[in-house]
């Protein structure tokens, strides 16, 4: 089934939009059955996650942190997990870009990363408020191991795909003027948005990547 699910979403993805399997809880048996079928980037919530399947997953894929680091930051800023992450997607203070860049600079590792945008306002969530990202992103462009690659953004979850657009049609916005400062040390070149849901309409708001995981993996049991 999730090879099925896998091919089936990537038939229908537009050229340039890149799939990402949200992980969240799954098996390094259900992982690897999606990178055979061809996904290539696996997104992990929770740490205690990625330390369980990370060494039992022997096909090559690229690994993304898509959780909270502020609760996590402990076991993130390992380095055997540094080492292992290619994105961190969810960087949402200039505190806890600092702590990537420092602990990085011992591998030594320019570590990829995405500012987590808040664009719903959600109080609950994590994530920047919209009208701070521009100063968090020059104020990011001044580290030397971490490379500000893009923005990332949940939105407000709704059972109407059509209601996220306006969150997402904004993020795209803040990126756009992000990328045209030309800042130092930034590369604006991913915007992931999008789950199950709301993937669609995402893409069609500019999402270049789109984190997805019940179409794929089915309902967490």
Known sequence: MIAENV??????????????????TRSAEEIEEAIAAGVKIIGENYMKDMKRVYPEVKLKARWHFIGSPKTQKHDLLKIKYLKAFD????????????????????????MPILIEVNSGR??????????EVEDLAKKISSLKNVKLMG?????????NPEDSRPYFKQTKQIFERIKSLQLP???MKYLSMGMT?????????????VRIGTKIFGERR
């Open 122 to 131: 959600e109080p609950q969530k994590s994530g920047v408020m919209p009208e």
């Open 151 to 159: 923005l990332m953004t949940m939105g407000p979850r709704f059972g």
């Open 185 to 187: 040390n930034v590369e």
């Open 197 to 209: 849901n709301s993937y669609k309409v995402a893409i069609e708001e500019g999402a270049n990547l």
């Open 87 to 110: 994105m961190i997607e969810t960087v949402d203070s200039f505190e806890v870009a600092q702590a990537i860049s420092e602990k990085c600079a011992r591998i030594p590792k320019i």
């Open 7 to 24: 091919k089936r979403i990537l038939a229908e993805l537009p050229q340039g939009v890149e799939l990402e399997a949200a992980a969240k």
